[in-house]
């Protein structure tokens, strides 16, 4: 019993360690401020007419995004999918050129196509890592 007690022990101070490792005094490659979907974004990049629910017909999609403290050429992916039926639509890579700043992700329906109704969802990634993830409609 006395044994057991030991790798019981070891086992607990493993896990206490692992999350002791993940605490916030590590530096972090970026640091997600805020994200939203809108319509699309300006010439400032900011959000231009933010919305979770989009009308039936909407063929663009912007995800606006502002972080700070980044490691300049840190990779954020974005990856776009169809909740409703279980499908993958896009991932895009996006390299951070600064340090404090704002960006911006569009999904694009080629001309004449919408987004079928439905919903969806964007995350955004840092090393397999989820970021934020956005949730979202069409009518």
Known sequence: MRRNRKYIYI???AVAMAGF???SFIKRDITLIDAKTAVSVDGNLMPVNLLEIFPRGTSKIS???QWKDAK?????VARWHYVTDDVP???YNFNIPRKDGSGSVTLTMP?????PPGSYKVSLFLNKRIL???AFKIE
């Open 11 to 13: 086992i607990i101070t």
């Open 72 to 76: 300049v050429n840190t990779q954020i």
């Open 21 to 23: 490792s993940s605490c």
């Open 132 to 134: 934020k993830s956005l």
């Open 89 to 91: 639509i896009l991932e």
């Open 111 to 115: 001309e004449g196509k919408t987004l």
């Open 63 to 65: 995800c606006w995004f």
